[in-house]
């Protein structure tokens, strides 16, 4: 009795600590993680099919991001002059060896608004008059030292621009890291293969196979979610009660694709956005191929002759 009490005590304890450590995602009603993972496929045949997946984690080697800067002004020559002092201004407190910087021009708009005209019996009218010049541009800043992003929006808000528009991630051993994967995956599907003949005694040496394979890659920037945490109490109230709700902070996190149905992954600690590339190769081997005979045919040659009897004819 003793035995089962500890049994059921471990068993809630080990379930309450699970729950701690999962966040505050739990807060959010029937969370679904979606089916980021790559899937190829055959045409449907009476077969047997042998497939090995891979992940790699490829932290990244350099990356871009993208602040959006916007200005309007009564002239172009005021609109041009704010906006460039703004960026100009910025960019003086970067380290020219740690950055490389572009400057993309957007749009160049002229901007109206409305103005009333003054009749006398008549419907109030209003038509639109040039007020100003809008001007939108992007700054575009590479980097390779992920904590460098910190002095990057530091700067630029000294100078109203806060606008940070996406990251990107870039790798340079992209090729070398997919022919690791292929290796590894060659090695596997060979391994389970043999197993298979081991199990059902069949040698597919001389059966018909084909084989695909593929990848599939994500980047940080596709894998961001969201969620909002808080927990209401529920009130039995009249309908005609007025309800004052709060708005709720939405949190972005990062979640990556979770490892749970690969043969193989490669740097399988994530700490911090990392690129996924993720790998498959599928064999299919025909089991309805026709074995060929082993027994020999005998052909028999018949001559006929003119009074129409037929009589064996043997050839050397």
């Given at each position: 009795m003793k035995k089962i009490v500890l049994l059921l005590f471990s068993t809630f304890f080990a379930t309450?600590?699970?729950?701690?450590?999962?966040?505050?995602?739990?807060?959010?009603?029937?969370?679904?993680?979606?089916?980021n993972n790559i899937n190829i496929?055959?045409?449907?045949?009476?077969?047997?099919?042998?497939?090995?997946?891979?992940?790699?984690?490829?932290?990244?080697?350099?990356?871009?991001a993208i602040f959006s800067v916007h200005q309007v002004g009564k002239t172009t020559e005021e609109v041009n002059t704010l906006i460039d002092e703004r960026i100009n201004n910025?960019?003086?407190?970067?380290?020219?060896?740690?950055?490389?910087?572009?400057?993309?021009?957007?749009?160049?708009?002229?901007?109206?608004?409305?103005?009333?005209?003054?009749?006398?019996?008549?419907?109030?009218?209003?038509?639109?008059?040039?007020?100003g010049f809008e001007l939108k541009k992007n700054i575009h800043i590479k980097y390779t030292d992920s904590n460098l992003l910190n002095s990057v929006i530091t700067s630029l808000s000294k100078h109203?621009?806060?606008?940070?528009?996406?990251?990107?991630?870039?790798?340079?051993?992209?090729?070398?890291?997919?022919?690791?994967?292929?290796?590894?995956?060659?090695s596997i599907i060979k391994e389970k293969i043999d197993n298979y003949e081991t199990i059902v005694s069949i040698e597919v040496d001389s059966l018909d196979k084909q084989m695909t394979e593929g990848y599939k890659v994500m980047l940080p920037v596709e894998m961001y979610k969201s969620y909002q945490a808080y927990n209401s109490t529920s009130l039995n109230l009249k309908k005609s009660a007025n309800v004052n709700q709060v708005d709720k902070t939405t949190t972005l996190y990062y979640q990556p694709i979770i490892d749970k149905e690969f043969d193989f992954v490669i740097n399988p600690t994530i700490f911090k956005p990392v690129i996924q590339i993720m790998y498959e190769v599928k064999v299919r081997i025909n089991l309805t191929q026709p074995t060929q005979s082993t027994h020999t045919v005998q052909k028999e040659y018949i001559l006929l002759t003119p009074d129409g009897t037929m009589k064996p004819l043997k050839l050397d």
């Open positions: 309450a600590l699970i729950g701690q450590e999962a966040g505050n995602i739990n807060y959010q009603n029937q969370v679904r993680f979606s089916d496929g055959f045409q449907s045949y009476t077969e047997h099919f042998v497939s090995v997946k891979g992940m790699a984690n490829v932290p990244a080697d350099s990356h871009v910025a960019l003086k407190e970067f380290d020219k060896e740690a950055f490389e910087v572009f400057v993309d021009m957007i749009s160049f708009v002229p901007v109206y608004e409305f103005e009333k005209e003054k009749k006398v019996f008549s419907k109030k009218t209003y038509s639109e008059i040039p007020a109203e621009i806060y606008d940070l528009v996406r990251v990107d991630y870039f790798a340079n051993d992209i090729e070398a890291i997919k022919k690791e994967m292929r290796q590894k995956a060659q």
